[in-house]
């Protein structure tokens, strides 16, 4: 998977500018200027042209730059639509712009293709300087996107943990889990939305790195799968719920960024797996449960569980004190109200952190945006019988008072950022098939990068 070329024996990859297109052919021979207006060439977003010699071969490829836009998916298309040949790229590209171009490329070569019997896949190679590093972060995409991707029959809490503790041999991390009457006792909430599956729930952990270094604590929900519970999904809504553990993909995709470009800082992941399922013991609508922290919560919805995992996991998280918690999650339904499925949202009780981000998406040219923390509607979680319920009956603002629940099992001086994502592409674009999708994590990996990177 992903072909980048090492060596440098290639044909050459031209950029024309939309917006100088007509300046550009101007510029052209008699020959070529023919052959692209033959081929209906204009230079547009996703346009490419191959140019033969005079020996029929392919002498060079022109492909259209939209100007100023972002470069990460120029290329995307042209690694499974070109001739399988060399390639390489030419012009004035700084060597983040190189970078960016390579990736896409890499990218535009994901399937997913497990189930699929007889796919061997040739792909187009591009000559990149630092090839290691494009692959490590289309690797880590590529992560994020299989997990999610893979069904829910073969990715329970056993498999998830499996392949958790598989990443975590590969680069030296230590691996645990706790399970059974341990996480009952320990960890109530997660067990509680966990325990009616024959999937064992679990709550699972890897750390990596030097403990003398900047502590940070990563955490995704893993909710392997999303019924619903007793307050039963109807079945166009339970369709896609084997992204549910999106979350915990993101963060497992975001821990290989880290580990495979060596950041100085000393990772933990803890990642609540279960399976959100519907049998004789599954948890109600009305029962109270107890949570790591001590607080009781009161169930008013099954299908509210994201937080009543990721709640325990958080408690767990602030006691390794450290500076920075980051949890990403398929969280709420109005989150994909507010901002559609492409825009991913996140939640901060830091201010400096939101300047922080918001840089860091512009940087990064990935879109993610910040939703408040508004703590007046934190009434709307009000329980008469606990010390509060897991959600609302009233249905506004969903996105918020699910941020609100999590930020109450965050101490106020541990910086905390929440993603809320929909993991998913619900279309097509260059790149980026259908199914599943990280989201967030070139903006949150830039923003980790320009604070900790050495
Ligand atoms: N996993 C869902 C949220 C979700 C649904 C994310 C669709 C992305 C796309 C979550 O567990 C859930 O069902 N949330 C409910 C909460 C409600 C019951 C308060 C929701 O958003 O409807
Ligand atoms: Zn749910
Ligand atoms: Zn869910």
């Known amino acids: 998977m992903f072909q980048l070329l090492y060596k440098k024996n290639a044909i050459p990859l031209i950029a024309v500018f939309s917006d100088d297109f007509e300046s550009w052919y101007e510029r052209q021979e008699h020959l070529l200027k023919n052959w692209v207006t033959e081929q209906g060439f204009m230079a547009m977003e996703s346009e490419y042209c191959v140019v033969p010699n005079k020996e029929g071969h392919v002498d060079v490829v022109l492909y259209g730059v939209r100007d100023k836009q972002s470069l990460r998916w120029v290329l995307s298309n042209l690694s499974t639509a070109l001739p399988v040949a060399d390639y390489c790229l030419m012009g004035e590209w700084s060597y983040d712009e ?21 796919i061997t896949p040739d792909f187009a190679r591009l000559y990149v300087e630092d090839p290691l590093a494009v692959l490590a ?13 893979t069904p829910a029959n073969h990715m329970m809490p056993e498999h998830l943990s499996a392949y958790m ?46 403990t003398a270094d900047p502590a940070i604590c990563l955490v995704g ?15 166009r809504f339970m369709r896609t719920m084997k992204k549910d553990m999106g979350g915990a993909a993101h963060v497992l995709g975001l821990a290989s960024m880290v580990m495979a470009n060596k950041l100085p800082v000393h990772l933990t992941v803890l990642i609540p797996a279960v399976d959100n399922a519907i049998s004789g013991d599954a948890f109600r609508p009305g029962d109270i449960i107890n949570t790591r922290l001590g607080k009781t919560v009161e169930i008013d919805n099954t299908d509210a569980e994201g937080r009543l995992v990721l709640c325990d996991a ?15 999650a398929t969280l709420t339904g109005a989150a994909r109200v507010a901002l559609g499925t492409e825009v991913p949202v996140f939640f901060t009780n830091t201010t400096e952190l939101s300047d922080c981000l918001k840089q860091a998406s512009v940087d990064a040219e990935e879109l993610i945006w910040e939703l408040p923390l508004h703590k ?7 329980s008469t019988v606990a010390d509060i319920a897991n959600s609302s009956p009233e249905g506004y603002g969903g996105a918020i008072t699910a941020a609100l629940f999590l930020n109450e099992f965050v101490p106020e001086n541990i910086p905390w950022l929440h993603f809320d994502v929909m993991a998913w592409n619900t279309r097509h674009r260059s790149g980026r098939p259908i199914g599943g999708e990280a989201m967030g994590l070139f903006a949150v990996y830039t923003y980790l990068q320009d604070t900790y990177g050495s």
């Open 98 to 118: 190189k970078q960016a171009l390579a990736l896409g490329w890499a990218l535009g070569q994901y399937s997913f293709d497990r189930f699929k019997e007889n």
């Open 137 to 149: 972060m289309a690797d880590a995409i590529k992560r994020v996107r299989d997990l999610i991707n």
């Open 165 to 210: 503790k598989k990443l975590a041999l590969s680069f030296d991390a230590q691996f645990s889990e706790v399970s059974g009457t341990e996480l009952e006792n320990n960890y109530p909430a997660i067990h509680a939305v966990g325990r009616a599956s024959d999937h064992a729930p679990r709550l699972l952990r890897f750390e990596w790195g030097n």
């Open 221 to 235: 929900k893993g909710v392997c799968f999303d019924t619903g519970g007793l307050d039963i999904k109807p079945s």
């Open 314 to 328: 958080l408690t767990e998280a602030a006691a390794l004190q450290p500076e920075l918690i980051i949890d990403f």
């Open 376 to 382: 007046p509607y934190l009434n709307q979680l009000d």
